[in-house]
């Protein structure tokens, strides 16, 4: 892959000073869209959380060539990865390449990333004194590649389908931060919200800060929605998820929410789906351990949903994904709809088995 | 701690030829059974999982001194582990001090447990003719060991509080002896039961009929009550829930119910309560990331329920923790009722906090 710096830094010059021309906004496709906006469509449109991910031969090329933060701050390789699934499977939408992590490194954390063992960050938050060290103000402008990525993806989409920009949740990135790795139930971060909760309040304050920025900027640099992914959520009971997550995603969708819909994707947090809903957020993802009825129950029938196919249910026969896709669509609907996953797609989905989620999705008829 | 294998011999004898004598039988606190049958009580009982676990010092000195297994296979250092919270904590019903890996090691696996690392089963079932391989009808005879530890904790335990016997649910069962080791997703085990679903079903009707001797022989050596560990039930959708685990749980269930009431703990499932509460189960266990008013309408506040504390939460200083449970037992209800963790208590919990959580229940008064 051919790097050309030249044409790049002329798209940088245009995000720092403008938004990009409307031309490169004008979409060809805007089903997904409509579906956030709640109207009606002829069919859902559909896309995969981490599409761009490693089922994908083309994917494996590029990581086999660059490291995982690379490919993520070359906004020629992040525009490229990002265009794979268009190109080779056909969803309704692109979703920047990028990882959710960049904004702990933004505000000054080391964060590397292990092939097979997840991400760590060796230098963890302990207390106010961590959270005070923390870059706040200048820490989106430590995230430009990520901009001149959308505005090269923008330009090389030429209106396809529309560009998803995201970022973590902060209770999500909160996690990361101070566990300092994955974990199955982040006990370390949900004790140092407990013993430490001003600190805990402190430090969701400050990346709440950063990413409203962060998101302000993605929205400058071209993207036509966004998903905030909690992935960790679920891991609060409802009164705690109230505390030391809800408030902080309030703040952000109500600040660009007027610019850009939002998706909310809060994995399993199906306990606070009706004040998900307040928000403000324009669709909320759902995961497969919420059924599409009880969904529409629980939110009153009256937001878009997106979700909700368990990923590893591809690893199925290719006429059972067909079936259960219609199925699911059936159950959920047309109108207020975004068919996606329930969470990423995993690496040992064979391809042919992602492009019949897609397309299944594509000739849905109601009957 | 001196083995005593005379006096262990004579019980072996008696657990072999008949029941318990009734005198053992007769509870001094069997608050949990009538809280199990749906008899009225001044206050709820109260345990917690994994009680006999790593936050206690004196679990400690024993885990210092003999491996995991040693302690599991030894019934004299599983009924002293056992009886630990009874005498420290003070709660309600004992646990035997045991492992659901116990079952794949009776079925023929190999099973070993690294520190910090969790179990691994370095020979995983693959295909239909590893599942052939298995031991089933002689393996319940493997497990002399824990009828044994349960005749010596029943023994000791005098009548004080209720003995409960556990298993893990066959799919949780399975997760282990396909994937090998702990996992977040458990991708391998639900790959297999994909694309090899004739496999799968043979494995788990294989550790459904093991599982029923087992817990059967429990009973007859003394337990007075059962619960079924459904660990990994919440990675399923309703839909392949009720394939892959739903239907051996309720074998399993109506086999042992008329004997022994069960407790179902399936954390993660609250979107199949009423088809677990259909199984004959006598309670259902609750997690945290479910509240006690929808647990409650889910079930038609007509079974028992338990939990369902994040046990993390019991970081937090006493005084919260005691206006929680109280605010937990207000919300669930006196009736019907025991109150428990939502999952196991973790190590580094203050064994002062433990009693306290407790404690609360103890005291608790309706106003």
């Given at each position: 892959?051919e790097l050309c710096r030249r044409s790049l830094s002329n798209i940088l010059n245009m995000v720092?000073?403008?938004?990009?021309?409307?031309?490169?906004?004008?979409?060809?496709?805007?089903?997904?869209?409509?579906?956030?906006?709640?109207?009606?469509?002829?069919?859902?449109?559909?896309?995969?959380?981490?599409?761009?991910?490693?089922?994908?031969?083309?994917?494996?090329?590029?990581?086999?060539?660059?490291?995982?933060?690379?490919?993520?701050?070359t906004p020629e390789l992040a525009a490229?990865?990002?265009?794979?699934?268009?190109?080779?499977?056909?969803?309704?939408?692109?979703?920047?390449?990028?990882?959710?992590?960049?904004?702990?490194?933004?505000?000054?954390?080391?964060?590397?990333?292990?092939?097979?063992?997840?991400?760590?960050?060796?230098?963890?938050?302990?207390?106010?004194?961590?959270?005070?060290?923390?870059?706040?103000?200048?820490?989106?402008?430590?995230?430009q590649y990520?901009y001149d990525a959308i505005a090269l993806t923008?330009q090389q989409?030429?209106?396809?389908?529309?560009?998803?920009?995201?970022?973590?949740?902060?209770?999500?990135?909160?996690?990361?931060?101070?566990?300092?790795?994955?974990?199955?139930?982040?006990?370390?971060?949900?004790?140092?919200?407990?013993?430490?909760?001003?600190?805990?309040?402190?430090?969701?304050?400050?990346?709440?800060?950063?990413?409203?920025?962060?998101?302000?900027?993605?929205?400058?640099?071209?993207?036509?929605?966004?998903?905030?992914?909690?992935?960790?959520?679920?891991?609060?009971?409802?009164?705690?998820?109230?505390?030391?997550?809800?408030?902080?995603?309030?703040?952000?969708?109500?600040?660009?929410?007027?610019?850009?819909?939002?998706?909310?994707?809060?994995?399993?947090?199906?306990?606070?789906?009706?004040?998900?809903?307040?928000?403000?957020?324009?669709?909320?993802?759902?995961?497969?351990?919420?059924?599409?009825?009880?969904?529409?129950?629980?939110?009153?029938?009256?937001?878009?949903?997106?979700?909700?196919?368990?990923?590893?249910?591809?690893?199925?026969?290719?006429?059972?994904?067909?079936?259960?896709?219609?199925?699911?669509?059936?159950?959920?609907?047309?109108?207020?709809?975004?068919?996606?996953?329930?969470?990423?797609?995993?690496?040992?989905?064979?391809?042919?088995?992602?492009?019949?989620?897609?397309?299944?999705?594509?000739?849905?008829?109601?009957?």
């Amino acid at each position: 892959m051919e790097l050309c710096r030249r044409s790049l830094s002329n798209i940088l010059n245009m995000v720092k000073q403008e938004p990009l021309p409307i031309s490169t906004r004008i979409l060809k496709n805007d089903l997904l869209l409509k579906a956030l906006d709640g109207k009606p469509v002829h069919r859902p449109p559909v896309w995969m959380m981490r599409q761009a991910g490693r089922y994908l031969p083309q994917y494996m090329e590029l990581k086999n060539k660059y490291d995982f933060f690379t490919r993520v701050q070359t906004p020629e390789l992040a525009a490229a990865i990002t265009l794979q699934p268009i190109d080779l499977i056909g969803t309704d939408a692109a979703i920047l390449f990028s990882d959710i992590l960049v904004v702990p490194q933004a505000m000054g954390m080391e964060v590397t990333m292990h092939e097979g063992k997840g991400p760590a960050l060796p230098a963890v938050i302990r207390c106010m004194e961590d959270v005070e060290q923390l870059i706040v103000e200048e820490a989106a402008w430590h995230l430009q590649y990520v901009y001149d990525a959308i505005a090269l993806t923008k330009q090389q989409l030429e209106g396809r389908v529309p560009l998803i920009g995201f970022a973590g949740a902060p209770w999500t990135l909160l996690c990361y931060m101070v566990e300092g790795k994955g974990s199955k139930t982040f006990d370390k971060a949900k004790a140092f919200c407990y013993t430490q909760p001003e600190a805990a309040h402190a430090l969701l304050q400050a990346i709440t800060d950063v990413t409203i920025a962060y998101l302000r900027n993605q929205i400058k640099a071209g993207v036509d929605c966004l998903q905030l992914f909690d992935s960790w959520g679920g891991l609060w009971d409802k009164e705690d998820f109230a505390i030391f997550s809800l408030p902080y995603i309030q703040q952000i969708v109500q600040s660009v929410k007027y610019e850009c819909p939002v998706i909310l994707y809060a994995k399993g947090v199906w306990h606070s789906l009706p004040e998900l809903q307040e928000t403000g957020a324009a669709a909320l993802g759902i995961d497969w351990c919420n059924t599409p009825q009880q969904a529409r129950k629980l939110t009153n029938h009256s937001i878009t949903l997106q979700g909700n196919y368990d990923p590893v249910k591809l690893l199925n026969p290719v006429n059972k994904i067909s079936q259960d896709v219609k199925a699911m669509i059936d159950a959920f609907g047309t109108t207020r709809y975004i068919a996606n996953l329930g969470h990423g797609i995993i690496p040992n989905i064979p391809v042919d088995h992602a492009k019949a989620f897609v397309q299944a999705v594509k000739e849905y008829k109601a009957e």
